[in-house]
């Protein structure tokens, strides 16, 4: 018994945020000074929604991935961690998890998420509770190649690179060296990580590096430059 009124409400203020309450109600009255019971009511299930999420932070992240935490709360069923959608400018769930912890993947590199956590509790229904607090998670963007090596090939007038790249969907800017203007020009594009520079005729020395690039949000965005390898090219060799 919780309490004893003459009103047809009550509110129940002590309650624990995700709990799940039961109620039922009788009626009395006194007859000849003794307390007469009526059956109890119908019984009602409330659940008390979740409290707010707090603690939500970005505790790792890479080139298509973050991974974030926050604090675990008692008594709820598990978290759903929403990632914004610029398109449809809306919070979207992205994942649905029973620990304090998720890693977001498929994401696109260089580039800024918002995201938010609520916790729910699931007993017969579903009951949430409100977002979090809205944090930023920004993935890197494209990693510089390694592992740049070049191989002639003067009977085919050819130079094959091949370099280390990103696991990624990245694609890759290949750049020669003009030693006359000290500039560094853009040759090729590719998705691989490895391109052929074709019709070389003259014997000289060539200079080439790689960067790697990616496209999201209406951006692209590049790493820095490889370091850069040279090859003699003699077409008597």
Same mark, same amino acid.
């Given at each position: ?37 009526? &059956? ?22 890479? &080139?298509?991935?973050?991974? $974030? ?34 890693? $977001? ?42 592992? $740049? ?36 020009? &853009? ?51």
């Amino acid at each position: 018994a919780l309490k004893t009124t003459g009103e047809l409400s009550y509110t129940d203020t002590d309650v624990t945020a995700g709990g799940v309450y039961y109620y039922t109600v009788r009626a009395y009255r006194y007859i000849n000074s003794k307390a007469v019971f009526s &059956e109890g009511s119908n019984i009602v299930k409330v659940i008390v929604p979740p409290a707010k999420v707090t603690g939500v932070k970005v505790v790792a992240y890479n &080139e298509s991935s973050v991974s $974030l935490t926050w604090t675990k709360q008692q008594g709820v069923t598990g978290y759903m961690v929403y990632v914004y959608n610029t398109s449809a400018r809306k919070y979207q769930l992205r994942s649905t998890v029973t620990g304090n912890n998720c890693i $977001l993947t498929g994401l696109q590199s260089g580039t800024a998420y918002k995201v938010a956590v609520k916790a729910y509790v699931k007993n017969g229904y579903t009951v949430t509770g409100d977002l979090s607090t809205v944090i930023t998670a920004t993935t890197k963007g494209p990693v510089v190649p390694t592992k $740049l090596k070049a191989t002639s090939y003067p009977s085919k007038g050819e130079i094959k690179l091949d370099w280390q790249g990103s696991y990624t969907k990245t694609g890759y800017i290949v750049y020669q060296y003009d030693s006359t203007k000290g500039t560094w020009s &853009e040759i090729a594009r590719t998705k691989s990580t490895n391109y052929t520079v074709t019709g070389i005729k003259d014997t000289s020395t060539y200079t080439f590096a790689v960067c790697s690039y990616t496209v999201g949000n209406g951006k692209t965005y590049f790493s820095d430059k490889s370091h850069y390898v040279t090859v003699s090219f003699k077409s008597t060799d």
